[in-house]
Protein backbone atom coordinates (compact mmCIF):
# COMPACT_ATOMS: atom_id res chain seq x y z
CA UNK A 1 0.00 0.00 0.00
CA UNK A 2 1.21 3.84 -0.91
CA UNK A 3 -0.37 6.19 2.04
CA UNK A 4 -1.31 9.30 -0.65
CA UNK A 5 -4.13 11.33 1.79
CA UNK A 6 -3.62 13.52 3.69
CA UNK A 7 0.16 12.93 4.01
CA UNK A 8 2.14 11.66 1.05
CA UNK A 9 4.66 9.00 1.53
CA UNK A 10 7.15 10.26 -0.78
CA UNK A 11 9.20 8.17 -3.08
CA UNK A 12 12.74 8.39 -4.44
CA UNK A 13 13.29 8.56 -8.29
CA UNK A 14 15.81 8.96 -10.61
CA UNK A 15 16.42 12.03 -12.93
CA UNK A 16 15.53 10.47 -16.64
CA UNK A 17 18.24 13.00 -17.93
CA UNK A 18 21.06 13.74 -15.74
CA UNK A 19 20.56 9.76 -13.25
CA UNK A 20 20.34 11.72 -9.83
CA UNK A 21 18.72 10.41 -7.29
CA UNK A 22 16.33 12.46 -5.59
CA UNK A 23 12.56 12.54 -3.39
CA UNK A 24 9.69 13.92 -4.85
CA UNK A 25 8.46 16.97 -4.20
CA UNK A 26 4.50 14.81 -3.50
CA UNK A 27 2.69 15.75 -5.98
CA UNK A 28 0.65 13.32 -8.10
CA UNK A 29 -1.23 12.61 -11.41
CA UNK A 30 -4.19 10.23 -11.75
CA UNK A 31 -3.10 9.86 -15.74
CA UNK A 32 -5.29 7.16 -16.51
CA UNK A 33 -3.85 3.62 -15.96
CA UNK A 34 -1.13 5.06 -14.07
CA UNK A 35 -0.23 6.82 -11.55
CA UNK A 36 2.38 9.37 -11.31
CA UNK A 37 4.65 11.06 -9.38
CA UNK A 38 5.44 14.50 -10.35
CA UNK A 39 9.40 15.82 -9.27
CA UNK A 40 11.93 18.29 -10.36
CA UNK A 41 15.31 17.22 -10.64
CA UNK A 42 17.55 19.29 -7.38
CA UNK A 43 20.83 18.89 -10.09
CA UNK A 44 19.43 19.70 -13.96
CA UNK A 45 16.11 20.82 -12.94
CA UNK A 46 14.39 18.66 -15.36
CA UNK A 47 10.74 18.31 -14.07
CA UNK A 48 10.15 14.86 -14.72
CA UNK A 49 7.21 12.23 -13.75
CA UNK A 50 8.29 8.82 -12.56
CA UNK A 51 5.48 5.92 -12.45
CA UNK A 52 4.32 4.66 -8.87
CA UNK A 53 4.78 0.79 -8.46
CA UNK A 54 1.28 0.09 -9.04
CA UNK A 55 0.14 -3.08 -11.78
CA UNK A 56 2.79 -3.48 -14.29
CA UNK A 57 4.38 -0.19 -13.44
CA UNK A 58 5.65 -2.21 -10.53
CA UNK A 59 7.75 -4.62 -13.36
CA UNK A 60 8.44 -1.93 -15.55
CA UNK A 61 9.18 1.28 -14.12
CA UNK A 62 9.03 4.16 -15.96
CA UNK A 63 10.39 8.07 -15.98
CA UNK A 64 9.91 10.96 -18.31
CA UNK A 65 10.47 14.81 -19.07
CA UNK A 66 6.87 16.26 -19.55
CA UNK A 67 7.98 16.89 -23.07
CA UNK A 68 9.13 13.09 -23.48
CA UNK A 69 12.52 14.20 -24.65
CA UNK A 70 14.08 12.48 -21.62
CA UNK A 71 12.83 9.39 -20.84
CA UNK A 72 14.14 5.84 -18.80
CA UNK A 73 12.33 2.54 -18.65
CA UNK A 74 13.10 -1.38 -19.92
CA UNK A 75 13.08 -1.25 -24.01
CA UNK A 76 12.97 -4.43 -24.19
CA UNK A 77 10.38 -5.49 -21.98
CA UNK A 78 8.99 -2.65 -20.60
CA UNK A 79 8.26 -0.58 -24.48
CA UNK A 80 4.29 -2.16 -24.51
CA UNK A 81 3.59 -0.31 -21.85
CA UNK A 82 5.78 3.03 -21.36
CA UNK A 83 5.19 3.99 -24.91
CA UNK A 84 1.72 4.80 -24.44
CA UNK A 85 2.22 6.25 -21.57
CA UNK A 86 5.04 8.68 -22.43
CA UNK A 87 2.88 9.79 -25.37
CA UNK A 88 -0.04 10.40 -23.78
CA UNK A 89 1.30 13.72 -22.67
CA UNK A 90 2.81 14.44 -26.19
CA UNK A 91 -1.30 13.78 -27.31
CA UNK A 92 -3.21 14.44 -24.47
CA UNK A 93 -6.85 13.48 -24.69
CA UNK A 94 -9.36 16.35 -24.86
CA UNK A 95 -12.49 14.77 -24.69
CA UNK A 96 -14.11 14.99 -21.35
CA UNK A 97 -15.49 11.70 -19.75
CA UNK A 98 -17.86 10.62 -17.68
CA UNK A 99 -17.01 9.45 -14.32
CA UNK A 100 -19.40 8.11 -12.14
CA UNK A 101 -19.24 6.99 -8.58
CA UNK A 102 -21.48 4.25 -8.09
CA UNK A 103 -22.33 2.67 -4.27
CA UNK A 104 -20.76 5.62 -2.40
CA UNK A 105 -19.59 4.35 1.15
CA UNK A 106 -19.77 6.98 4.29
CA UNK A 107 -16.34 7.69 4.47
CA UNK A 108 -13.47 5.81 6.79
CA UNK A 109 -10.06 4.79 5.70
CA UNK A 110 -9.41 4.59 1.50
CA UNK A 111 -7.95 2.09 -0.03
CA UNK A 112 -8.22 2.43 -4.13
CA UNK A 113 -7.35 -0.25 -6.61
CA UNK A 114 -6.83 1.09 -9.55
CA UNK A 115 -8.01 -1.27 -12.30
CA UNK A 116 -7.97 0.80 -15.64
CA UNK A 117 -6.44 -0.67 -18.40
CA UNK A 118 -6.68 -1.24 -22.20
CA UNK A 119 -6.28 -4.81 -22.03
CA UNK A 120 -9.59 -6.81 -20.81
CA UNK A 121 -7.14 -8.98 -19.25
CA UNK A 122 -5.13 -6.97 -17.50
CA UNK A 123 -8.57 -5.12 -15.98
CA UNK A 124 -9.97 -8.37 -15.01
CA UNK A 125 -6.92 -9.69 -13.12
CA UNK A 126 -5.97 -6.20 -11.55
CA UNK A 127 -9.83 -6.52 -10.37
CA UNK A 128 -8.96 -9.84 -8.33
CA UNK A 129 -7.05 -7.64 -6.08
CA UNK A 130 -10.66 -6.01 -5.02
CA UNK A 131 -11.67 -9.66 -3.45
CA UNK A 132 -8.32 -10.16 -2.01
CA UNK A 133 -7.99 -6.82 0.01
CA UNK A 134 -11.34 -7.15 0.98
CA UNK A 135 -10.59 -10.04 3.00
CA UNK A 136 -7.70 -8.72 4.04
CA UNK A 137 -8.63 -5.27 5.12
CA UNK A 138 -12.10 -5.60 6.66
CA UNK A 139 -12.33 -2.16 8.60
CA UNK A 140 -11.29 -0.10 5.56
CA UNK A 141 -13.20 1.48 2.68
CA UNK A 142 -12.52 0.01 -0.70
CA UNK A 143 -13.21 2.04 -4.03
CA UNK A 144 -12.45 0.39 -7.70
CA UNK A 145 -11.39 2.39 -10.45
CA UNK A 146 -12.25 0.74 -13.18
CA UNK A 147 -13.37 0.73 -16.81
CA UNK A 148 -17.75 0.91 -17.09
CA UNK A 149 -17.30 -1.72 -19.01
CA UNK A 150 -16.02 -4.13 -16.54
CA UNK A 151 -18.34 -2.50 -13.53
CA UNK A 152 -20.41 -5.46 -13.42
CA UNK A 153 -16.94 -7.69 -12.53
CA UNK A 154 -18.09 -6.04 -9.04
CA UNK A 155 -20.64 -8.17 -7.25
CA UNK A 156 -19.57 -6.49 -3.55
CA UNK A 157 -22.31 -3.81 -2.88
CA UNK A 158 -19.94 -2.18 0.00
CA UNK A 159 -17.13 -1.72 -2.69
CA UNK A 160 -17.30 2.14 -4.20
CA UNK A 161 -16.65 1.49 -8.04
CA UNK A 162 -15.84 4.61 -9.89
CA UNK A 163 -16.26 3.98 -13.37
CA UNK A 164 -14.74 5.78 -16.57
CA UNK A 165 -16.81 5.42 -19.75
CA UNK A 166 -14.32 4.72 -21.74
CA UNK A 167 -13.57 1.76 -24.24
CA UNK A 168 -10.97 0.12 -23.16
CA UNK A 169 -9.20 0.67 -26.50
CA UNK A 170 -9.29 4.56 -25.50
CA UNK A 171 -7.85 4.22 -21.94
CA UNK A 172 -4.21 3.84 -22.79
CA UNK A 173 -4.51 7.41 -23.62
CA UNK A 174 -4.89 8.75 -20.73
CA UNK A 175 -8.15 10.34 -19.08
CA UNK A 176 -8.93 13.77 -19.58
CA UNK A 177 -10.32 15.18 -16.11
CA UNK A 178 -9.56 12.04 -14.26
CA UNK A 179 -6.73 13.65 -12.26
CA UNK A 180 -9.12 16.22 -10.80
CA UNK A 181 -11.98 13.72 -9.91
CA UNK A 182 -10.26 11.54 -8.24
CA UNK A 183 -8.31 13.98 -6.12
CA UNK A 184 -11.96 15.43 -5.15
CA UNK A 185 -12.68 12.32 -3.61
CA UNK A 186 -10.27 11.62 -1.63
CA UNK A 187 -11.85 14.89 0.66
CA UNK A 188 -14.73 12.34 1.62
CA UNK A 189 -12.26 10.65 3.48
CA UNK A 190 -9.58 10.54 6.66
CA UNK A 191 -6.91 8.74 5.05
CA UNK A 192 -6.22 7.06 1.31
CA UNK A 193 -3.99 4.43 0.41
CA UNK A 194 -3.04 2.84 -3.26
CA UNK A 195 -3.53 -0.85 -3.68
CA UNK A 196 -0.43 -1.76 -5.44
CA UNK A 197 -2.41 -3.89 -7.39
CA UNK A 198 -0.06 -7.07 -8.19
CA UNK A 199 -0.87 -8.36 -11.57
CA UNK A 200 0.12 -12.15 -11.06
CA UNK A 201 -1.98 -13.57 -8.48
CA UNK A 202 -2.44 -17.52 -7.65
CA UNK A 203 -5.90 -17.91 -9.17
CA UNK A 204 -6.80 -20.81 -6.70
CA UNK A 205 -7.02 -17.92 -3.68
CA UNK A 206 -9.66 -16.54 -5.86
CA UNK A 207 -13.66 -17.57 -5.64
CA UNK A 208 -14.86 -17.66 -9.48
CA UNK A 209 -18.25 -17.95 -8.71
CA UNK A 210 -18.12 -14.80 -7.13
CA UNK A 211 -16.32 -12.66 -9.15
CA UNK A 212 -18.36 -13.80 -12.08
CA UNK A 213 -21.75 -14.32 -10.06
CA UNK A 214 -22.42 -17.81 -12.27
CA UNK A 215 -20.73 -21.41 -11.05
CA UNK A 216 -18.05 -22.95 -13.22
CA UNK A 217 -18.89 -26.32 -15.12
CA UNK A 218 -19.84 -28.89 -12.50
CA UNK A 219 -17.17 -31.71 -13.80
CA UNK A 220 -19.27 -34.16 -11.84
CA UNK A 221 -22.00 -33.89 -14.19
CA UNK A 222 -18.89 -33.63 -17.46
CA UNK A 223 -20.05 -37.30 -18.05
CA UNK A 224 -23.80 -36.75 -18.01
CA UNK A 225 -24.53 -33.09 -19.54
CA UNK A 226 -25.19 -32.98 -23.61
CA UNK A 227 -21.70 -32.67 -25.13
CA UNK A 228 -20.76 -28.38 -25.52
CA UNK A 229 -17.34 -27.09 -27.07
CA UNK A 230 -17.32 -23.46 -27.75
CA UNK A 231 -14.77 -21.88 -29.75
CA UNK A 232 -13.84 -18.21 -28.67
CA UNK A 233 -13.32 -15.99 -32.00
CA UNK A 234 -11.03 -13.04 -32.62
CA UNK A 235 -11.49 -10.94 -35.62
CA UNK A 236 -7.73 -9.21 -35.30
CA UNK A 237 -6.02 -12.42 -34.43
CA UNK A 238 -6.68 -15.62 -35.87
CA UNK A 239 -5.95 -19.49 -36.41
CA UNK A 240 -4.47 -20.14 -39.40
CA UNK A 241 -2.56 -23.30 -39.75
CA UNK A 242 -0.53 -21.61 -42.64
CA UNK A 243 2.98 -20.02 -42.69
CA UNK A 244 2.09 -17.86 -45.96
CA UNK A 245 -1.09 -16.65 -44.44
CA UNK A 246 0.48 -15.95 -41.20
CA UNK A 247 3.46 -14.00 -42.77
CA UNK A 248 0.74 -12.05 -44.46
CA UNK A 249 -1.44 -11.17 -41.32
CA UNK A 250 2.01 -10.16 -39.30
CA UNK A 251 2.65 -7.69 -42.90
CA UNK A 252 -0.33 -6.49 -42.70
CA UNK A 253 0.13 -4.99 -39.22
CA UNK A 254 3.16 -3.90 -39.53
CA UNK A 255 2.45 -1.77 -42.48
CA UNK A 256 -0.89 -1.19 -41.72
CA UNK A 257 -3.37 -2.81 -43.91
CA UNK A 258 -5.48 -5.47 -41.86
CA UNK A 259 -8.83 -4.06 -43.67
CA UNK A 260 -7.44 -5.50 -47.31
CA UNK A 261 -6.79 -8.88 -45.65
CA UNK A 262 -9.32 -9.28 -43.19
CA UNK A 263 -11.62 -11.36 -44.99
CA UNK A 264 -9.35 -13.91 -46.45
CA UNK A 265 -8.09 -14.63 -42.81
CA UNK A 266 -11.79 -14.66 -41.28
CA UNK A 267 -12.81 -16.86 -44.21
CA UNK A 268 -9.46 -19.22 -43.55
CA UNK A 269 -10.79 -19.71 -39.77
CA UNK A 270 -13.80 -20.13 -40.75
CA UNK A 271 -12.98 -23.13 -43.12
CA UNK A 272 -10.74 -24.11 -40.49
CA UNK A 273 -13.51 -24.27 -37.59
CA UNK A 274 -15.91 -25.62 -40.43
CA UNK A 275 -13.12 -28.51 -40.39
CA UNK A 276 -12.75 -29.35 -36.99
CA UNK A 277 -16.87 -29.65 -36.11
CA UNK A 278 -16.90 -32.19 -39.31
CA UNK A 279 -14.12 -34.24 -37.91
CA UNK A 280 -15.75 -33.32 -34.07
CA UNK A 281 -19.28 -34.51 -35.28
CA UNK A 282 -17.81 -38.14 -36.75
CA UNK A 283 -16.90 -39.20 -33.26
CA UNK A 284 -20.01 -37.26 -31.66
CA UNK A 285 -22.63 -36.49 -33.85
CA UNK A 286 -25.07 -34.69 -31.39
CA UNK A 287 -22.30 -32.25 -30.18
CA UNK A 288 -23.37 -28.33 -29.69
CA UNK A 289 -20.92 -26.06 -30.88
CA UNK A 290 -21.05 -22.69 -29.81
CA UNK A 291 -18.93 -19.74 -31.30
CA UNK A 292 -18.78 -16.10 -28.70
CA UNK A 293 -16.56 -13.29 -29.98
CA UNK A 294 -16.66 -9.89 -30.77
CA UNK A 295 -16.99 -9.28 -35.01
CA UNK A 296 -19.80 -11.13 -37.26
CA UNK A 297 -17.97 -12.10 -40.51
CA UNK A 298 -16.31 -15.00 -41.39
CA UNK A 299 -18.62 -17.75 -42.14
CA UNK A 300 -19.35 -20.51 -39.64
CA UNK A 301 -19.75 -23.69 -40.01
CA UNK A 302 -23.55 -25.01 -40.41
CA UNK A 303 -25.46 -25.94 -37.50
CA UNK A 304 -23.10 -23.36 -35.42
CA UNK A 305 -24.55 -21.51 -32.54
CA UNK A 306 -23.38 -17.87 -33.07
CA UNK A 307 -23.70 -15.77 -30.42
CA UNK A 308 -20.76 -13.27 -31.58
CA UNK A 309 -22.01 -9.85 -31.42
CA UNK A 310 -20.67 -6.51 -32.86
CA UNK A 311 -20.36 -4.77 -29.37
CA UNK A 312 -19.74 -5.95 -26.06
CA UNK A 313 -22.33 -5.09 -23.47
CA UNK A 314 -23.07 -6.24 -19.84
CA UNK A 315 -25.89 -8.72 -21.25
CA UNK A 316 -23.62 -10.77 -23.28
CA UNK A 317 -21.14 -11.01 -20.75
CA UNK A 318 -23.70 -12.68 -18.88
CA UNK A 319 -25.04 -14.71 -21.67
CA UNK A 320 -21.81 -15.73 -22.73
CA UNK A 321 -20.93 -16.91 -19.15
CA UNK A 322 -23.76 -19.42 -19.15
CA UNK A 323 -22.58 -20.61 -22.70
CA UNK A 324 -19.18 -20.74 -20.77
CA UNK A 325 -19.89 -22.59 -17.87
CA UNK A 326 -22.30 -24.91 -19.79
CA UNK A 327 -19.03 -25.78 -22.17
CA UNK A 328 -17.16 -29.12 -21.87
CA UNK A 329 -14.41 -27.30 -23.56
CA UNK A 330 -13.87 -24.08 -24.84
CA UNK A 331 -11.55 -23.43 -27.81
CA UNK A 332 -9.51 -19.87 -29.15
CA UNK A 333 -6.53 -18.57 -29.90
CA UNK A 334 -4.52 -16.92 -26.99
CA UNK A 335 -5.41 -13.60 -25.51
CA UNK A 336 -7.09 -12.02 -22.49
CA UNK A 337 -10.74 -12.77 -24.68
CA UNK A 338 -9.86 -16.94 -22.73
CA UNK A 339 -9.50 -15.80 -19.04
CA UNK A 340 -13.42 -15.91 -19.01
CA UNK A 341 -14.12 -19.12 -20.56
CA UNK A 342 -11.09 -20.73 -19.45
CA UNK A 343 -12.68 -19.86 -15.75
CA UNK A 344 -15.76 -21.30 -15.92
CA UNK A 345 -15.84 -24.16 -18.82
CA UNK A 346 -14.79 -27.39 -18.28
CA UNK A 347 -11.64 -27.40 -19.90
CA UNK A 348 -9.78 -25.66 -22.83
CA UNK A 349 -7.17 -25.45 -25.53
CA UNK A 350 -5.32 -22.92 -26.69
CA UNK A 351 -4.05 -22.50 -30.01
CA UNK A 352 -0.70 -20.51 -29.23
CA UNK A 353 1.09 -18.11 -31.40
CA UNK A 354 4.82 -19.17 -30.84
CA UNK A 355 5.60 -15.07 -30.20
CA UNK A 356 2.82 -15.53 -27.06
CA UNK A 357 5.19 -18.68 -25.84
CA UNK A 358 6.55 -16.46 -22.90
CA UNK A 359 2.95 -15.12 -22.18
CA UNK A 360 1.64 -19.42 -21.75
CA UNK A 361 -1.24 -19.43 -18.65
CA UNK A 362 -1.16 -15.38 -18.04
CA UNK A 363 -5.06 -15.50 -20.53
CA UNK A 364 -5.32 -18.98 -18.28
CA UNK A 365 -7.95 -18.87 -15.46
CA UNK A 366 -8.67 -22.23 -14.98
CA UNK A 367 -7.49 -23.96 -11.29
CA UNK A 368 -7.30 -27.27 -10.67
CA UNK A 369 -4.72 -27.98 -8.54
CA UNK A 370 -4.41 -31.92 -9.65
CA UNK A 371 -3.34 -33.59 -13.15
CA UNK A 372 -6.86 -32.64 -14.08
CA UNK A 373 -5.20 -29.00 -14.24
CA UNK A 374 -3.20 -30.87 -17.74
CA UNK A 375 -5.97 -33.22 -18.81
CA UNK A 376 -8.20 -30.34 -19.01
CA UNK A 377 -5.83 -27.53 -20.26
CA UNK A 378 -4.07 -28.13 -23.81
CA UNK A 379 -2.37 -25.85 -25.71
CA UNK A 380 -1.33 -26.52 -28.82
CA UNK A 381 1.01 -24.83 -31.33
CA UNK A 382 -0.45 -22.35 -33.72
CA UNK A 383 0.13 -24.39 -36.97
CA UNK A 384 -1.98 -27.05 -35.72
CA UNK A 385 -4.77 -28.48 -38.09
CA UNK A 386 -8.04 -29.13 -37.10
CA UNK A 387 -7.80 -33.34 -37.01
CA UNK A 388 -4.69 -32.60 -34.24
CA UNK A 389 -7.51 -30.34 -32.25
CA UNK A 390 -10.15 -32.31 -32.95
CA UNK A 391 -7.81 -35.39 -31.50
CA UNK A 392 -7.39 -33.48 -28.86
CA UNK A 393 -11.07 -32.73 -28.52
CA UNK A 394 -12.55 -36.68 -28.36
CA UNK A 395 -9.73 -37.73 -26.17
CA UNK A 396 -10.21 -35.35 -23.43
CA UNK A 397 -13.98 -35.97 -23.46
CA UNK A 398 -13.42 -39.62 -23.74
CA UNK A 399 -11.43 -40.01 -21.25
CA UNK A 400 -11.99 -37.68 -18.75
CA UNK A 401 -14.33 -40.13 -16.76
CA UNK A 402 -11.62 -42.79 -16.43
CA UNK A 403 -9.45 -39.63 -15.31
CA UNK A 404 -11.85 -37.64 -12.92
CA UNK A 405 -12.87 -41.60 -11.39
CA UNK A 406 -9.08 -42.52 -11.01
CA UNK A 407 -8.51 -38.96 -8.75
CA UNK A 408 -11.63 -39.79 -6.52
CA UNK A 409 -10.17 -42.94 -5.28
ZN1 LIG B 1 18.56 15.73 -13.61
Request: proline share 5%; glycine share 6%; net charge neutral.
Amino acid sequence: MIEIYPEINKSENQCPRCGTLGRSNGKLYFQGTHCLSNQVCSDCSLEFYSTLPIGHASLFPVAFSLDGQYHQFNREEGSWMAEPLINSFQNPPIKEVPIQLLQPSSGGDLLLINCLDSCFGHVFTKIWNVYLLKKQFPTKTLAVLLPERCRWLISDKEVEIWSVALPLEELGKGVHGLDLWVKQQFKRFHSVALSVVPVHIDQEQLDFSQILQVSPFELEEFDRLPLQLTFIWRSDRFWLNSRGLDLLHKASIKYNFQNWVEDILQHRQGSLLRRLVKRVRKSFPNVAFYVTGIGRDGKLPHGCHDERVEKMQESVERRWNEIYRGSHLVIGVHGSHMMIPTALAAGFIEILPRHKIDHLTEDIAQSYNSRLSHFLGRFVDEFSSPDLVAEHVVSMVKGFGKVYQNLQI
